[in-house]
């Protein structure tokens, strides 16, 4: 009996084409829930008319949920799926909702919002203007984008047009941008059309929309009258909407997680006083059906493992089956900034320095966000004239979050890349070459960056201490911080691809000096982004989830950083930064594989 409903409110009808693929989506979206949330799982389809005088049947919102409802769902969620809703579709959502609500008390009904500049979508209609100029073999600086919008909606929707206008302007680099309003004056789309005439860019003409339908129809027809009229624009071109894109599942499924994890949330938002916590879990590895207590479990350290340990000890007992016995342990922390709970804590090197059985030599860099301000200081080139001032920041972090203080409890060692390479004290290039053999670099310069002291420790363990805080932000991404520049923006470069390769290069060169291994820690809580969020960085707003010693572990980096992905809500198989991984570094097709436990996943989501 299936309990639990996900309702898809979408702006088609059932007589037209795309109904079908919508409805092969919302299959797959239900092989993806109950995968992911364990739990029998059904995804039905409803209607949001666009006009008050359209009667979509059976198919109208408040028919669908009544349905269900005897059909005894107790727990429904509404995902509106339209891109650009307007006055009356949201009218009916609001009302609809309300209405089933107050008929159906012993039934939780929800539901959410679309936000049409969630990065998934930028990127998917990204890539149809990218793949149109493409097939025009035409340079970005040669067109423009027009957003193509119903414009019925609110002036919050027609805001977020223009928001998602210019995110698709600045990723594309399209030489102008614009919005376009068949439904509404300013700007009307056809007077648009006519404003650019005199620009020398060929127009992409992109529907807000994800399927074929009136919007594109009115856009068509205004083109073409335009076209009529002025041949020389003869080259402007309607997109097709992206359809099926598999980007637009994925952001159905983050929906999906996001929904389940707010009601979870819900009921329990009365957090236990520390008299009342409950035991944290035992020790245990993840089995791909079930968590299994250390000394019973399994591990292939290539391959990695899900575990959780709140203690040394228990940490220990696992790193003792992944990681070599040695008298040195390097071990490359994340200290980009004072922004909680993103940067390895105190807690989590404590419990790391306490688990391994050698002395740790600690490796990091100077950055432009690890400092409290207060000096104008030209990150690009002036850094070195402010060395003292950007050393003593260094400190001052160390002390401030009761780093220095584990540090030295310890005995371990911090080396800085950055004070290693303005001592001049790196390793020749050709000497790093030379170690390395074979092994190729897109980026051979990166082969500058090696200290000295780090060569004379070749062959120690070296382990990405990374934290849970983004599908790609884990151990490889990690190693970015041996770069010793303290502004490394162009080594980010134009995209997530180039960035990528950077990071594998890096995993070459330290891979052919080093054992390297993956540990992505959650040990006390992991950061889960969200914009409403309690917490704020550079890099946007979030949330920290509170968790139960978790961590991924494994020989070399990828095993741990897929897992952890994962875990994060990332399919590995459709992603641009593991695309360049798997080509440069391999992959581990049983991580990207495995079961994993639905309610934590819910939980990093």
């Known amino acids: 009996m299936t309990t639990t409903v996900f309702i898809?409110?979408?702006?088609?009808?059932?007589?037209?084409?795309?109904?079908?693929?919508?409805?092969?989506?919302?299959?797959?979206?239900?092989?993806?829930?109950?995968?992911?949330l364990g739990a029998p799982i059904r995804v039905d389809l409803a209607c949001l008319p666009g006009r008050s005088t359209d009667d979509p049947g059976e198919h109208?919102?408040?028919?669908?949920?009544?349905?269900?409802?005897?059909?005894?769902?107790?727990?429904?969620?509404?995902?509106?799926?339209?891109?650009d809703l307007n006055i009356w579709q949201r009218t009916i959502l609001g009302e609809e909702v309300g209405a089933a609500r107050r008929r159906h008390l012993g039934v939780s009904i929800h539901h959410d919002t679309v936000d049409p500049t969630h990065p998934l979508l930028v990127d998917c209609f990204a890539g149809q203007v990218l793949k149109a100029l493409e097939d025009r073999r035409a340079s970005p600086v040669q067109a423009g984008l027009l957003l193509v919008a119903d414009g019925q909606g609110d002036p919050g929707t027609r805001a977020d047009s223009y928001r998602l206008m210019r995110l698709l302007w600045e990723q594309t680099g399209l030489r102008l941008g614009e919005v376009g309003f068949v439904r509404h004056a300013q700007p009307f789309l056809k007077e648009?059309?006519?404003?650019?005439?005199?620009?020398?860019?060929?127009?992409?003409?992109?529907?807000?929309?994800?399927?074929?339908?009136?919007?594109?129809d009115y856009a068509r027809v205004m083109l073409e009258d335009h076209q009529r009229e002025h041949p020389e624009a003869a080259g402007w071109r309607l997109l097709e909407p992206p359809g099926d894109h598999p980007a637009i599942l994925a952001w159905l499924e983050q929906r999906v997680l996001r929904l389940w994890q707010e009601k979870r949330s819900s009921q329990a938002v009365r957090v236990p006083s520390a008299r009342h916590q409950p035991e944290s879990s035992p020790a245990s590895?993840?089995?791909?059906?079930?968590?299994?207590?250390?000394?019973?479990?399994?591990?292939?350290?290539?391959?990695?493992?899900?575990?959780?340990a709140r203690d040394s000890a228990a940490l220990a007992e696992i790193l003792a089956r992944v990681l070599p016995r040695a008298e040195h342990y390097l071990v490359k922390v994340t200290w980009h900034g004072y922004a909680q709970g993103t940067y390895t804590g105190p807690a989590a090197l404590d419990l790391l320095l306490s688990a391994l059985p050698g002395r740790a030599v600690l490796l990091e860099g100077h950055t432009s966000s690890r400092n409290l301000g207060g000096?104008?200081?030209?990150?690009?080139?002036?850094?070195?004239?402010?060395?003292?001032?950007?050393?003593?920041?260094?400190?001052?972090?160390?002390?401030?979050?009761?780093?220095?203080?584990v540090i030295a409890r310890h005995g371990a060692q911090y080396l800085n890349v950055t004070e290693a390479w303005w001592d001049g004290a790196c390793s020749p290039a050709e000497d790093v070459r030379a170690a390395l053999g074979d092994v190729t670099l897109r980026h051979p310069e990166?082969?500058?960056?090696?200290?000295?002291?780090?060569?004379?420790?070749?062959?120690?363990?070296?382990?990405?201490?990374?934290?849970?805080?983004?599908?790609?932000?884990?151990?490889?991404?990690?190693l970015f911080g041996l770069i010793p520049r303290p502004l490394r923006t162009e080594w980010h470069g134009p995209d997530i691809t180039h960035f990528a390769s950077v990071c594998c290069d890096l995993a070459r060169i330290y891979g052919g000096l080093f054992p390297l291994f993956g540990l992505v820690e959650g040990f006390d809580s992991a950061v889960r982004w969200d914009r409403k969020g309690l917490y704020r960085s550079r890099w946007g707003n979030y949330d920290l989830v509170l968790t139960?010693?978790?961590?991924?572990?494994?020989?070399?980096?990828?095993?741990?950083?897929?897992?952890?992905?994962?875990?994060?809500?990332?399919?590995?198989?459709?992603?641009?930064?593991?695309?360049?991984?798997?080509?440069?570094?391999?992959?581990?097709?049983?991580?990207?594989?495995?079961?994993?436990?639905?309610?934590?996943?819910?939980?990093?989501?």
């Open 192 to 216: 648009v059309l006519g404003r650019y005439m005199r620009e020398p860019v060929d127009w992409l003409l992109l529907p807000q929309r994800q399927w074929d339908g009136e919007l594109c």
């Open 60 to 83: 109208h919102l408040g028919r669908v949920i009544d349905r269900l409802v005897g059909d005894e769902a107790s727990l429904l969620f509404v995902l509106p799926v339209a891109f």
């Open 375 to 405: 000096v104008e200081i030209d990150w690009e080139a002036g850094t070195e004239r402010h060395r003292t001032w950007v050393r003593q920041q260094d400190v001052e972090f160390l002390r401030r979050t009761g780093l220095a203080e």
């Open 548 to 605: 139960d010693g978790l961590f991924t572990l494994s020989e070399g980096l990828i095993g741990a950083d897929i897992l952890a992905s994962r875990l994060q809500g990332q399919d590995v198989s459709r992603s641009g930064f593991y695309d360049v991984v798997r080509d440069r570094l391999g992959w581990s097709q049983g991580e990207a594989e495995m079961a994993l436990p639905g309610d934590l996943q819910a939980s990093l989501i």
């Open 285 to 308: 590895l993840w089995s791909g059906a079930g968590w299994t207590p250390t000394g019973e479990a399994v591990i292939v350290p290539r391959t990695g493992c899900v575990a959780r």
């Open 446 to 478: 990166l082969a500058d960056f090696v200290p000295s002291a780090l060569m004379e420790l070749r062959g120690a363990p070296l382990i990405s201490l990374a934290r849970f805080k983004g599908p790609t932000r884990l151990g490889l991404s990690n």
């Open 8 to 36: 898809l409110a979408t702006d088609l009808s059932p007589a037209e084409a795309a109904w079908a693929s919508t409805k092969a989506q919302a299959a797959s979206l239900r092989a993806f829930a109950e995968r992911t």
